[in-house]
């Protein structure tokens, strides 16, 4: 009975922060693309950057509202799914789960006022200048509950007596080992993300409707601001996995399938294990483990030798960390080879084979999201908080976690109707082309149509 429990507290978890990572990433990388877009239009006096500007909020704000719902839900959950957790640690992450909140607030009270305030002011600098707390607001939000998890991985800030934490810094414990790459990593995937899958609807528009200038002008934009997140978000995947290296080996060689300790470690892609455990079918890349790991093609890394067998995380997250940083890559290249198209003029960029590869990262880049998240929390098992409690210790015996989890089930179920509902007809029933008209009624819509 105590391993059923333990499992449907992990469906539970699993579901809930697998739902909610959707809109906990809108959440982060929106606000940034609608302060460029703005930004842009007033430097430009571009109509079509402001109108990009002004209906990316608007459908912003429906995603904040299903993320609140959700990230509720996950403040429940603590509660009731893991209370011995919160029991031994709920004092030392208070903190951080306060300061969520009100980053969150602060960034709410921000949005109504970007959001009522357009066409309110001469200069129209001073609008966009609101724009800006939203973006800190959002980010810091995302800091805050990142240092959550790193204090999971690396715990710190705390004097473990009798089963219960005393002598609690929570400063010490946000601000963990774990906590810079996870935050720089969480961040920057955030934005790339968000950047992909305005520029992957804006694809689907000129696939749909015809190459507009407004949905022309969206997947430049986006696609150049995709590039440069891409390549930051690859240096700071490097970043993790050299942290992991060193703080989290165990995790890092599960998803190398890295058994033994050894110097020039190959990088080990895809494949599967035989019956005796062995890497079979697998893409090879000589002394690239190493390098990944110290920046040396000769260093030592540690591998699943070095732990206890009921110390070492599922093998089967390979898969994630593969999948995680192949479609990483992927949106690099997609959004390079764009541009390359553009600038040679040879052929065309918005041929529809290209625009249907930019479109395919949009669910791409969250998938991506998705393995990354299972990664960050199965690769740490068997432990809650690292070291000092396992999964099993942390959760509940309730017996009504079945109900439990249908009851949330269903609660997401109607969420993302609701969210695609609201959506659809948000944007279907105001389509851009009679926004402009109404918005600009005396000039028609051209190449070169300005503020």
């Excluded at 060193?246 to 890092?252: D, S």
């Excluded at 390079?336 to 669910?363: A, H």
């Excluded at 960050?376 to 690292?386: D, F, H, K, L, Y």
């Excluded at 029933?429 to 009624?441: F, G, T």
């Amino acid at each position: 009975m105590e391993m059923d429990t333990v499992l449907l507290s992990r469906l539970i978890t699993a579901m809930t922060l697998g739902f909610h990572v959707i809109f906990a990433t809108i959440g982060v990388g929106v606000p940034l693309m609608i302060c460029i877009a703005e930004f842009v239009g007033i430097k430009k006096k571009d109509r079509h950057y402001i109108l990009l500007a002004k209906r990316w909020a608007r459908g912003f704000v429906i995603t904040v509202a299903i993320g609140v719902v959700t990230g509720t839900a996950i403040g429940l959950q603590l509660s009731l799914v893991w209370p011995n957790f919160m029991r031994v640690a709920g004092n030392v992450i208070a903190l951080p789960l306060f300061m969520e909140v009100f980053a969150f607030f602060f960034e709410a009270i921000f949005l109504g006022i970007y959001l009522y305030t357009w066409d309110r002011f001469k200069n129209p600098i001073i609008h966009w200048l609101l724009s800006i707390p939203v973006v800190i607001g959002s980010m810091f939000s995302a800091i805050f509950i990142t240092t959550v998890n790193s204090f999971m991985n690396t715990p710190a800030g705390f004097v473990l007596e009798g089963g219960d934490l005393s002598e609690v810094n929570p400063i010490e414990a946000m601000f963990s080992l774990a906590t810079p790459s996870k935050v720089f990593h969480v961040l920057t995937s955030s934005y790339l993300t968000c950047a992909i899958l305005l520029a992957a609807i804006a694809a689907f528009m000129i696939l749909k409707k015809g190459a507009s200038s407004y949905h022309k002008k969206a997947l430049n934009l986006m696609l150049a601001v995709a590039f440069v997140f891409g390549a930051i978000n690859l240096l700071s995947g490097d970043t993790s996995a050299k942290f992991l290296a060193e703080h989290q080996p165990e995790k890092l060689a599960a998803a190398e399938w890295h058994f033994e300790t050894e110097k020039n470690a190959d990088l080990i892609l895809f494949g599967w294990l035989n019956e005796d455990n062995e890497p079979t079918g697998v893409i090879r890349i000589p002394g690239a483990l190493s390098f990944l790991a110290h920046n040396d093609f000769n260093s030592e890394v540690i591998g699943l030798d070095q732990f206890p067998e009921e110390e070492i995380p599922p093998l089967w997250v390979h898969y994630m960390f593969d999948f995680m940083a192949v479609i990483g890559m992927v949106l690099v290249a997609v959004s390079f080879f764009y541009f390359v198209l553009k600038k040679l003029k040879k052929w065309n960029e918005l041929s529809k084979p290209m625009l249907l590869m930019i479109v395919s990262t949009g669910p791409l880049a969250f998938l991506a999201v998705e393995f990354g998240w299972i990664y960050a929390e199965v690769g740490r098992q068997p432990w809650i908080i690292r070291g000092y409690m396992t999964v099993a210790e942390g959760a509940t015996t309730s017996p009504y976690l079945g109900l439990m989890f249908f009851l949330f089930l269903g609660l997401y179920i109607v969420l993302a109707i609701v969210c695609l509902t609201t959506l659809t007809k948000l944007f279907r029933q105001n389509p851009v082309e009679a926004e402009l008209e109404r918005q600009y009624p005396v000039k028609k819509e051209s190449e070169h149509d300005e503020l």
